[in-house]
């Protein structure tokens, strides 16, 4: 078997133009060197009864040996503030804020520290294995602490607060919960013995949710805290309990206090890595790792649903051990692209002996996108770079206790979803939960993603290239555009093309994504979707970390997790998220048909309606027998219509002057519909008796002779080879494809 994780890495950037450089950062644990070899892709699946992987070999000066060497990954969140003279004040401090931890007892947990591990001198707050808080001081010689006798429950908040007497030479601490049930005790207090005196170790930076393993202003961290924390505190002096609540209430603490050290306000500066304190110190600070902003915090009561209405009720930061924005890793190789490349997807291929039988292919993706406005074809493809994001790293084929179910039948562990159960690490897709249960939310493209490559899972990635396959197969000129840039730069950079093709499931869209397609459909472009669950999610990009994406899942739609109440809204750009549909933008508004079922059993054939005789589309149908079914084969159930399918529907959008052509209505208990189909429960709403689970094919035409033609299904893509690429579905897609490019207006509509 060939072994596909002996040596990983990343292209950075993830998109580029030509007469760009792109750098790629590998690691290897076992290898010394490995045969590099720059390829253009045209199809990534390895499926035997496809294609097969099929590769251009440009030929660049980075073909040849590489050196390797094993480069680690960093998980785990924090906040970090450098060290400044009023964080080395000698004498008595105090320091507090509220919690909201989710794994209480698992581990050691840093919540606040200016700590160094590796002479264990300082300070820190935090929780013990047991889930007791904790406050540890320490010379570097002998330490001090004092811990609570209960342990924090889990999901409930908290005031903390931790004082060093000097003068006493005692140690103090309380917790006190926000969330009093049945009239039980939720407070406790802790003294024990500290030293007279103590001096804070100088270089060594204030740490939020973990604490430092080494001096300097952006050290390594150990001790990852778990879950929330608002309006942390830290004054000089030995304060009462009473005061440090008071200043955690706050909002606005008086910044003209002197012995007010540090009040950071985590609601502020929202969709950035920076932390901002309120003090006259000015104790600013940036978060490592992306954990998620815009959280609920101890005093959010439900008033709103949206952070941008009410900022001061979101002023928590939920971090996690797991976190995993950027790899850090080093860059062993940078090639400039040349400036008369073609526009495609592109991957750094690595090939290795090892001592075992196997032999060692892997791959690191990247795309070469046309020259920003200078459209070199008539025709785009999309790569669909927010899904391949959405989907990166996914570990749910083991992590979903239903799949097999799901299937109907027993899963085949790849050597990708073995190694990603044991090096989560690598950070997990936003389809994952964190170790704590929480959802991840972000994710990011700067680290390794072992299914978005050639020979990782076909779903996305994969059955993308089987388009383009087919467009090289029938020598079609094409340019390459991610979803990236057209949320960058918005319906301008479709506006170069007759048309756009869309692949196999373009699910998740921002709404700058959106607006674009849009308005190149109302300005007279041709749109191809030739997917299944596209314009499905509402996402944002960060507005200044490239290749970095968010979602946040509520009670609607399919789902794998569901974030917390009033967490619904985007860190990045303020907007609700969720489905488009609940945003009143169904796909069926911009597409015609809109995702309605899953059906992951087999694939079915479509049949033909009468919307495929009428004589306004003949062209549509030229060569093609519409008295057989359409689509009775396929790479993926054996059928056209599988995996994830749409229909159309009026109701939510689908235009009056659409044409209906084909459906494939008979899906069998295997078509699950999705839950946002579900009004009410009952034994018909399987594909086997519910007339709304099916996979539609519709012609919609749109303003100044522009229209978009919708398949209904992701298993589409994946027919397109059968039969040496001499089908039905094959010449539909031609017929369409030659007829959009075709600028004469379309007769009769």
Request: aromatic share 10%; hydrophobic share 40%; charged share 20%.
């Amino acid at each position: 078997m060939t072994d596909t994780t002996a040596v990983l890495g990343y292209a950075w950037p993830l998109t580029v133009s030509p007469g760009e450089a792109v750098r790629f950062h590998l690691s290897s644990a076992t290898l010394p060197e490995a045969e590099a070899t720059l390829l253009r892709v045209r199809c990534a699946d390895p499926d035997p009864d496809g294609p097969g992987l099929r590769f251009e070999t440009p030929g660049t000066p980075l073909d040849g040996r590489v050196p390797l060497r094993h480069q680690p990954l960093r998980p785990g969140s924090c906040g970090l503030v450098g060290d400044a003279p009023a964080l080395r004040r000698a004498g008595s401090f105090s320091l507090g804020g509220f919690l909201w931890p989710t794994a209480p007892g698992s581990a050691a947990q840093a919540v606040m520290a200016r700590w160094r591990d590796d002479t264990s001198a300082g300070w820190r707050l935090g929780l013990d294995a047991t889930g007791c808080l904790e406050f540890v001081l320490g010379d570097g010689q002998r330490q001090w602490r004092v811990a609570t006798a209960r342990p924090l429950r889990e999901r409930e908040w908290v005031f903390v607060a931790a004082v060093y007497d000097a003068e006493a030479g005692a140690l103090l601490l309380q917790q006190q919960s926000l969330d009093p049930q049945g009239g039980r005790d939720t407070g406790e207090t802790a003294r024990a013995e500290g030293p007279r005196h103590f001096t804070p170790p100088a270089d060594v930076a204030l740490v939020f949710a973990a604490q430092a393993l080494e001096t300097g202003v952006a050290p390594l961290t150990t001790a990852h805290y778990d879950g929330k924390i608002d309006r942390p505190r830290l004054g000089a002096g030995a304060w009462s309990f009473d005061r440090l609540r008071a200043l955690a209430e706050a909002l606005n603490p008086p910044p003209g206090d002197p012995d007010l050290l540090g009040a950071w306000d985590f609601s502020r500066g929202m969709s950035t890595d920076l932390l901002h304190d309120l003090s006259a110190n000015r104790l600013d600070g940036w978060l490592r790792q992306c954990p998620a902003r815009a959280m609920t915090g101890a005093n959010w009561d439900g008033s709103t649903q949206q952070w941008t209405e009410k900022p001061h009720l979101y002023g928590a930061i939920h971090f996690h051990r797991d976190d995993m924005h950027d790899a850090g890793w080093d860059a062993d190789l940078e090639f400039r692209v040349p400036r008369d490349w073609k526009s495609g997807f592109y991957a750094l291929r690595l090939r290795a002996r090892q001592d075992s039988d196997d032999p060692v292919e892997s791959f690191v993706a990247f795309f070469v996108r046309a020259p920003l406005g200078q459209a070199r074809a008539p025709l785009a493809f999309v790569a669909s770079t927010a899904t391949f994001l959405a989907y990166a790293n996914s570990a749910l084929r083991l992590d979903q206790v239903h799949a097999e179910s799901m299937l109907e039948g027993l899963i085949a562990l790849s050597r990708d979803d073995v190694y990603l159960q044991e090096h989560r690490e690598l950070g997990l897709s936003t389809y994952d939960t964190h170790s704590d249960g929480s959802g991840w939310c972000y994710s990011t493209a700067k680290r390794p993603v072992l299914n978005m490559r050639p020979r990782g899972a076909t779903f996305n990635y994969g059955n993308d290239t089987h388009i383009i396959d087919w467009l090289e197969q029938i020598g079609q000129e094409y340019d390459v555009i991610t979803d990236d840039d057209i949320d960058r730069h918005g319906a301008q950079l479709l506006a170069g093309y007759r048309c756009v093709i869309t692949g196999s499931h373009p699910e998740y869209f921002s709404r700058a994504m959106l607006d674009a397609f849009d308005a190149y459909q109302r300005d007279g472009g041709r749109h191809l979707y030739l997917g299944g669950n596209g314009f499905y999610w509402r996402i944002a990009f960060h507005p200044t970390m490239p290749h970095a994406m968010e979602i946040r899942r509520g009670m609607l739609g399919l789902r794998t997790w569901e974030g917390e109440a009033g967490e619904h809204s985007l860190s990045f750009s303020g907007e609700p998220s969720g489905l488009w549909r609940a945003n009143g933008r169904p796909p069926q508004r911009l597409v015609g048909v809109g995702f309605d079922a899953q059906v992951f059993t087999r694939s079915y054939p479509y049949r033909w309606l009468e919307g495929a005789r009428d004589p306004r589309l003949a062209w549509l149908v030229e060569g093609l027998d519409l008295a057989a079914p359409l689509g009775d084969f396929g790479l993926r159930g054996g059928g056209a219509a599988g995996l994830e399918v749409d229909r159309v529907d009026p109701t939510l959008g689908s235009a009056p002057g659409q044409v209906w052509i084909a459906t494939a209505d008979r899906l069998d208990y295997g078509g699950v519909p999705t839950l946002e189909e579900l009004r009410t429960l009952h034994r018909g709403a399987m594909g086997d008796q519910n007339a709304r689970v099916r996979a539609d094919i519709a012609f919609t035409p749109t303003a100044r002779g522009g229209a978009v033609f919708s398949t209904g299904s992701i298993a589409w893509a994946c027919a397109l080879s059968c039969q040496g690429y001499d089908n039905a579905v094959a010449r539909l897609t031609g017929n369409v494809l030659r007829r959009f490019l075709d600028e004469s207006p379309f007769a009769g509509f």
